[in-house]
């Protein structure tokens, strides 16, 4: 090997270091006690003021003007507003160059220390696999990932494509600690196999296992669809006529009619209309374990997006709507009809999302993790659409109890994990693709100035992001085990009125 | 010896028809009906009707009468358009459920037929597939072809025929044969299995449907939650034919209802919701209206006087036909829709199971649904409506008339009093008191469920096309008389004029 081909190989180590481990630079030595003064705590349910002691990775002691111990790092949180850790139960953290660790980096940076993951199961003889994937093999393999990689905490929810055959894989699933389910009613497998979906929500709510379900109407997109390209007006811009909203009405009413039928819980991703969330408010009007959650995209943009020229980088499913909705979304959020604000983050770089899109054939989803909370504070507290405490509430504390990890993590009391941000409300900064540390690079949002974000993050006890530095190392995250839904746990609204 | 049978068969039958009181009138060469108080679904006049031929030649005070006329004293009766009911199972003898709809007052009936190889031969009880269509390769208009055959031979009531798609694939190019044969109407059932699996095919339907002017006549309830309710119930040993309401709850007809609309805002096509039974789906129909779709509205009548109390009957299998018997309050929201006008149709569903076949063993997945009522649901609703004053007589007309007139494209030949229209009238009494007996039932169910319940108001003198056909409770029509009637196509604005503004109902 010649001495330059050997300077070569050790640049190249050196750069692929230095682009694997960009977050663990200041590898941070965590002080034996962490004492947070003056903190304006903010839980869903009121507010109090006081320090906050945390030793190891737990919530010790709130009170007035604590002792430290001997080599306690202290944090004055004076001026600033302090949260329990974001949870964000609906995070993909995939695309050509997103991982564990870049996904929880952006998360943490954001505010949310607690993400997830939605993993298929392997079928024989696709991509490799040998045999078929079971529940519990897939919460295995994806613990793995995290355990290597992840940063953030994680819950897993497990994609249910074989009902008849996965339905016996539930009670697995619940002794694997991650009792959740994903069914797509916008796949053509979901109208192929309704009656075994059927049979799996049922089962899975004996089981108290959550099932978290995307509610499009196949049959409709699909129809209208091929319809819109027979005559030419397949590109992507004439995606929200192709796919309106009654389409989403239609199946959020059928899902709601699967909990009523089968008295399972249901919980309604990513709703983007008021005609769905109507549909999913009578069906807790009728006392239905129906749960709702909102992304945080269709809070603030509107289908105005489609008249853009860069409009693929804005793809997501369900398509915005119109600005009737977004008002009536937040509506929903201050009357506690919607349970969750959330992202469906997708780490697609920006070259994916540019590829050629049309209304049946697209990359849906975008880099939201490091962006979501500041955004919803700024459109809804700072805007005072919602107080601080609702805020803390779907973000927080109502995702926590509905994916079964509350009170470990969704509110700052002792006992719970010590996930808190220290959350600065008057910090204004404007968006920007290079500060984006998801793997996507880039985001929608770009430009865009924003008020409130958080200074320090604290997971479990650690510090992980401050100084607008990422100093978490990959494999410090977990997968968090969660109990079973709670049978009867009313709806969010009762438990969390500010 | 073999062809004296048949000769010997159409001797007895003919007897039989005698013996029944089909005495055939000679029809004169004119008719008037003086003092009449004519009820149209917009409005009432007083006045004389001149009757010549089939169509109405005038209507005035105190008319001349031609030479020859036969003048009929309409004086304390009320005089109505006859009842146009389109959604009749008349089954295989014609000439029977006509009786019965002309002994009732409805001078139009329909009949609906299976297209393709699914689901011929209606009835599944005892588990019995249905017998395979020999009809399976025909096209729509030769279905049509073929059963105008059978109403010129048998019927004395005017028909009209929607043909129940089975395959939707296949007739996608076929609707616009229904258009140019005068019968633009089709049959989907949401409650089969075949519409899960063909459902894509369905909506492509409808569209098409809408684009051609062709209604769609939709059966809502979700066969998904049908089945998977139905098959846990029987696992559970709750297979009875008692359970079927709890087994076929509201919800799945208010799903299906809301799935139904959002056919007709994905494709822009009208759809015709049959026989809603529940508030929850008439109030999804009547979201759908409220955001301006060609949604249309019909109950039937049995879902405005009785309750899911039937189920507790030991007779209660006279009782079932799908969606089941709901609750009080549902019974109370459909009057309510019928008075405000979200409801446009009353009609029966009729069904011509006897008593023995509606007796035969049932369970809540596989039953004998239908039953006999064309001879008996205008009495019904004119009693439970109008003497009990929850609606007006033109409301009554515009449901059981005009409405359904319009929606089959009929209308002003049929559905109203007016010169020029056909001379369909029905002298009706409002203040005759009969019970109902299954003796008088002249379709062959010989039987109806209510018997035994004392209805006011019935027809005295059924006119159908300027004949007498029913008059001293005498059917005075033959085979043969009624026609299958050429209908216009569904054409925009879907919106279907004067019955939306009917005047009077202030309840």
Same mark, same amino acid.
């Given at each position: 090997?010649?001495?330059?081909?050997?300077?070569?190989?050790?640049?190249?180590?050196?750069?692929?270091?230095?682009?694997?481990?960009?977050?663990?630079?200041?590898?941070?030595?965590?002080?034996?006690?962490?004492?947070?003064?003056?903190?304006?705590?903010?839980?869903?349910?009121?507010?109090?003021?006081?320090?906050?002691?945390?030793?190891?990775?737990?919530?010790?002691?709130?009170? *007035?003007?604590?002792?430290?111990?001997?080599?306690?790092?202290?944090?004055?949180?004076?001026?600033?507003?302090?949260?329990?850790?974001?949870?964000?139960?609906?995070?993909?953290?995939?695309?050509?160059?997103?991982?564990?660790?870049?996904?929880?980096?952006?998360?943490?940076?954001?505010?949310?220390?607690?993400?997830?993951?939605?993993?298929?199961?392997?079928?024989?003889?696709?991509?490799?696999? /040998?045999?078929?994937?079971?529940?519990?093999?897939?919460?295995?393999?994806?613990?793995?990932?995290?355990?290597?990689? !992840?940063?953030?905490?994680?819950?897993?929810?497990?994609?249910?494509?074989?009902?008849?055959?996965?339905?016996?894989?539930?009670?697995?699933?619940?002794?694997? !600690?991650?009792?959740?389910?994903?069914?797509?009613?916008? *796949?053509?497998?979901?109208?192929?196999?309704?009656? !075994?979906?059927?049979?799996?929500?049922?089962?899975?709510?004996?089981?108290?296992?959550?099932?978290?379900?995307?509610?499009?109407?196949?049959?409709?997109?699909?129809?209208?669809?091929?319809?819109?390209?027979?005559?030419?007006?397949?590109?992507?811009?004439?995606?929200?006529?192709?796919?309106?909203?009654?389409?989403?009405?239609?199946? /959020?009413?059928?899902?709601?009619?699967?909990?009523?039928?089968?008295?399972?819980?249901?919980?309604?991703?990513?709703?983007?209309?008021?005609?769905?969330?109507?549909?999913?408010?009578?069906? *807790?009007?009728?006392?239905?374990?129906?749960?709702?959650?909102?992304?945080?995209?269709?809070?603030?943009?509107?289908?105005?997006?489609?008249?853009?020229?860069?409009?693929?980088?804005?793809? !997501?499913?369900?398509?915005?709507?119109?600005?009737?909705?977004?008002?009536?979304?937040?509506?929903?959020?201050?009357?506690?009809?919607?349970?969750?604000?959330?992202?469906?983050?997708?780490?697609?770089?920006?070259?994916?999302?540019?590829?050629?899109?049309?209304?049946?054939?697209?990359?849906?989803?975008?880099?939201?993790?490091?962006?979501?909370?500041?955004?919803?504070?700024?459109?809804?507290?700072?805007?005072?659409?919602?107080?601080?405490?609702?805020?803390?509430?779907?973000?927080?504390?109502?995702?926590?109890?509905?994916?079964?990890?509350?009170?470990?993590?969704?509110?700052?009391?002792?006992?719970?994990?010590?996930?808190?941000?220290?959350?600065?409300?008057?910090?204004?900064?404007?968006?920007?693709?290079?500060?984006?540390?998801?793997?996507?690079?880039?985001?929608?949002?770009?430009? *865009?100035?924003?008020?409130?974000?958080?200074?320090? /993050?604290?997971?479990?006890?650690?510090?992980?992001?401050?100084?607008?530095?990422?100093?978490?190392?990959?494999?410090?995250?977990?997968?968090?085990?969660?109990?079973?839904?709670?049978?009867?746990?009313?709806?969010?609204?009762?438990?969390?009125?500010? | 010896?073999?062809?004296?049978?048949?000769?010997?068969?159409?001797?007895?039958?003919?007897?039989?028809?005698?013996?029944? %009181?089909?005495?055939?009138?000679?029809?004169?060469?004119?008719?008037?009906?003086?003092?009449?108080?004519?009820?149209?679904?917009?409005?009432?006049?007083?006045?004389?009707?001149?009757?010549?031929?089939?169509?109405?030649?005038?209507?005035?005070?105190?008319?001349?009468?031609?030479?020859?006329?036969?003048?009929?004293?309409?004086?304390?009766?009320?005089?109505?358009?006859?009842?146009? +009911?389109?959604?009749?199972?008349?089954?295989?003898?014609?000439?029977?459920?006509?009786?019965?709809?002309?002994?009732?007052?409805?001078?139009?009936?329909?009949? =609906?037929?299976?297209?393709? #190889?699914?689901?011929?031969?209606?009835?599944?009880?005892?588990?019995?597939?249905?017998?395979?269509?020999?009809?399976?390769?025909?096209?729509?208009?030769? @279905?049509?072809?073929?059963? +105008?055959?059978?109403?010129?031979?048998?019927?004395?009531?005017?028909?009209?025929?929607?043909?129940?798609?089975?395959?939707?694939?296949?007739?996608? #190019?076929?609707?616009?044969?229904?258009?140019?044969?005068?019968?633009?109407?089709?049959?989907?059932?949401?409650?089969?299995?075949?519409?899960?699996?063909?459902?894509?095919?369905?909506?492509?339907?409808?569209?098409?449907?809408?684009?051609?002017?062709?209604?769609?006549?939709?059966?809502?309830?979700? +066969?998904?939650?049908?089945?998977?309710?139905?098959?846990?119930?029987?696992?559970?040993?709750?297979?009875?034919?008692?359970?079927?309401?709890?087994?076929?709850?509201?919800?799945?007809?208010?799903?299906?209802?809301?799935?139904?609309?959002?056919?007709?805002?994905?494709?822009?096509?009208?759809?015709?919701?049959?026989?809603?039974?529940?508030?929850?789906?008439?109030?999804?129909?009547?979201?759908?209206?409220?955001?301006?779709?060609?949604?249309?509205?019909?109950?039937?009548?049995?879902?405005?006087?009785?309750?899911?109390?039937?189920?507790?009957?030991?007779?209660?299998?006279?009782?079932?036909?799908?969606?089941?018997?709901?609750?009080?309050?549902?019974? +109370?929201?459909?009057?309510?829709?019928?008075?405000?006008?979200?409801?446009?149709?009353?009609? @029966?569903?009729?069904?011509?199971?006897?008593?023995?076949?509606?007796?035969?063993?049932?369970?809540?997945?596989?039953?004998?649904?239908? =039953?006999?009522?064309?001879?008996?649901?205008?009495?019904?609703?004119?009693? @439970?409506?109008?003497?009990?004053?929850?609606?007006?007589?033109?409301?009554?007309?515009?449901?059981?008339?005009?409405?359904?007139?319009?929606? =089959?494209?009929?209308?002003?030949?049929?559905?109203?009093?007016?010169?020029?229209?056909?001379?369909?009238?029905?002298?009706?009494?409002?203040?005759?008191?009969?019970?109902?007996?299954?003796?008088?039932?002249?379709?062959?169910?010989?039987?109806?469920?209510?018997?035994?319940?004392?209805?006011? %108001?019935?027809?005295?003198?059924?006119?159908?096309?300027?004949?007498?056909?029913?008059?001293?409770?005498?059917?005075?029509?033959?085979?043969?008389?009624?026609?299958?009637?050429?209908?216009?196509? =569904?054409?925009?604005?879907?919106?279907?004029?004067?019955?939306?503004?009917?005047?009077?109902?202030?309840?």
């Amino acid at each position: 090997m010649t001495r330059r081909r050997c300077l070569e190989a050790v640049s190249a180590i050196a750069l692929l270091a230095a682009v694997a481990f960009p977050f663990s630079r200041p590898a941070a030595q965590t002080p034996p006690e962490l004492i947070i003064r003056k903190a304006t705590i903010v839980n869903a349910d009121g507010r109090t003021e006081g320090d906050i002691r945390i030793r190891g990775e737990k919530i010790a002691e709130i009170g *007035r003007n604590l002792a430290p111990a001997a080599g306690a790092r202290e944090i004055d949180a004076t001026g600033l507003i302090v949260l329990p850790g974001g949870v964000d139960p609906h995070v993909h953290p995939i695309g050509s160059q997103e991982n564990l660790t870049t996904a929880s980096a952006a998360a943490l940076a954001g505010g949310a220390t607690t993400i997830s993951h939605f993993v298929s199961p392997a079928v024989a003889g696709q991509r490799g696999a /040998t045999a078929d994937e079971d529940f519990a093999g897939v919460v295995r393999r994806t613990d793995e990932l995290i355990k290597k990689d !992840g940063m953030a905490d994680f819950i897993v929810h497990v994609m249910m494509n074989n009902p008849e055959k996965q339905i016996d894989q539930l009670a697995g699933l619940v002794r694997s !600690g991650q009792p959740s389910i994903k069914i797509f009613m916008d *796949r053509a497998a979901f109208a192929d196999h309704e009656r !075994g979906y059927i049979a799996a929500i049922r089962k899975a709510g004996e089981l108290g296992i959550m099932s978290l379900i995307h509610c499009e109407d196949w049959t409709l997109i699909n129809e209208m669809g091929q319809r819109f390209t027979a005559q030419g007006k397949g590109d992507i811009k004439y995606f929200a006529e192709a796919r309106p909203v009654v389409t989403e009405e239609a199946a /959020t009413q059928r899902c709601v009619s699967f909990s009523e039928t089968t008295g399972a819980p249901v919980y309604i991703v990513h709703i983007s209309s008021e005609r769905a969330l109507r549909a999913a408010e009578a069906g *807790r009007a009728r006392g239905l374990p129906i749960f709702t959650e909102v992304r945080f995209i269709y809070l603030f943009l509107t289908d105005d997006v489609y008249k853009r020229d860069d409009l693929g980088l804005y793809i !997501g499913r369900p398509p915005y709507r119109k600005q009737t909705d977004v008002d009536y979304l937040w509506k929903g959020i201050s009357n506690h009809t919607v349970d969750v604000v959330d992202t469906d983050h997708s780490g697609y770089t920006k070259a994916e999302k540019l590829t050629p899109q049309t209304v049946l054939d697209h990359k849906a989803g975008m880099n939201g993790l490091q962006d979501y909370m500041p955004i919803v504070w700024d459109q809804g507290v700072n805007k005072k659409r919602i107080t601080a405490e609702t805020f803390v509430a779907i973000t927080s504390a109502n995702p926590a109890r509905l994916m079964g990890i509350y009170p470990q993590k969704g509110k700052i009391a002792v006992g719970s994990d010590a996930d808190i941000l220290l959350w600065d409300p008057k910090e204004t900064r404007t968006i920007r693709d290079q500060d984006e540390l998801s793997a996507a690079g880039h985001s929608f949002v770009a430009g *865009r100035s924003v008020t409130g974000w958080p200074k320090i /993050t604290i997971r479990r006890g650690e510090i992980v992001w401050e100084n607008r530095q990422m100093k978490a190392r990959p494999g410090s995250g977990r997968l968090v085990p969660r109990h079973q839904f709670e049978k009867g746990w009313p709806a969010a609204s009762k438990a969390t009125s500010p | 010896m073999k062809r004296v049978a048949p000769l010997l068969a159409t001797f007895v039958l003919g007897v039989v028809f005698i013996w029944r %009181g089909h005495v055939i009138a000679q029809a004169p060469p004119e008719l008037l009906i003086r003092r009449a108080s004519i009820v149209n679904a917009d409005g009432r006049t007083e006045g004389d009707i001149r009757i010549r031929g089939e169509k109405i030649a005038e209507i005035g005070r105190n008319l001349t009468a031609g030479a020859g006329a036969r003048e009929i004293d309409a004086g304390g009766f009320v005089v109505l358009p006859g009842g146009i +009911d389109p959604h009749v199972h008349p089954g295989q003898n014609f000439t029977a459920e006509s009786a019965a709809a002309l002994a009732g007052g409805t001078t139009t009936i329909s009949t =609906m037929v299976s297209a393709g #190889n699914v689901g011929f031969g209606g009835g599944r009880a005892g588990g019995a597939p249905p017998p395979p269509n020999p009809f399976a390769d025909e096209d729509l208009v030769g @279905t049509i072809q073929r059963t +105008d055959e059978k109403i010129k031979k048998e019927a004395m009531a005017d028909f009209i025929l929607h043909v129940t798609i089975n395959d939707p694939q296949k007739r996608l #190019n076929q609707l616009e044969g229904l258009v140019k044969i005068g019968q633009p109407s089709i049959k989907i059932f949401m409650n089969r299995a075949g519409f899960v699996e063909n459902e894509r095919a369905y909506v492509a339907l409808i569209r098409k449907a809408g684009e051609v002017g062709v209604l769609p006549l939709i059966h809502c309830e979700d +066969d998904t939650l049908i089945n998977d309710i139905g098959e846990r119930f029987i696992a559970q040993g709750k297979a009875d034919i008692r359970n079927v309401p709890q087994a076929r709850p509201v919800l799945t007809e208010e799903v299906a209802t809301a799935r139904c609309v959002a056919f007709s805002e994905a494709t822009g096509a009208p759809v015709y919701i049959v026989h809603i039974s529940s508030a929850a789906a008439l109030r999804q129909a009547e979201a759908g209206r409220a955001r301006g779709l060609p949604i249309f509205t019909e109950v039937r009548w049995i879902y405005l006087f009785l309750t899911d109390d039937i189920y507790k009957r030991d007779d209660f299998q006279l009782y079932i036909g799908q969606p089941p018997y709901r609750k009080q309050s549902d019974v +109370d929201y459909l009057w309510k829709g019928v008075a405000g006008h979200t409801v446009d149709v009353v009609d @029966t569903d009729h069904n011509t199971f006897t008593k023995e076949q509606k007796m035969e063993p049932q369970t809540i997945l596989n039953h004998r649904a239908g =039953m006999n009522g064309l001879q008996d649901y205008l009495p019904v609703l004119w009693d @439970t409506g109008v003497r009990s004053k929850k609606i007006t007589p033109e409301t009554f007309v515009a449901i059981t008339s005009a409405n359904p007139a319009k929606l =089959m494209g009929i209308y002003p030949q049929k559905g109203r009093i007016a010169v020029g229209s056909d001379a369909d009238v029905v002298i009706w009494d409002p203040n005759e008191t009969r019970t109902i007996r299954d003796q008088d039932e002249l379709s062959v169910a010989k039987h109806s469920f209510i018997a035994g319940r004392s209805v006011t %108001g019935w027809p005295r003198v059924t006119i159908r096309r300027g004949a007498v056909v029913w008059e001293n409770r005498q059917i005075t029509s033959k085979p043969g008389s009624g026609k299958l009637i050429p209908r216009h196509k =569904m054409e925009k604005p879907w919106s279907f004029g004067p019955a939306r503004s009917t005047a009077g109902d202030r309840r």
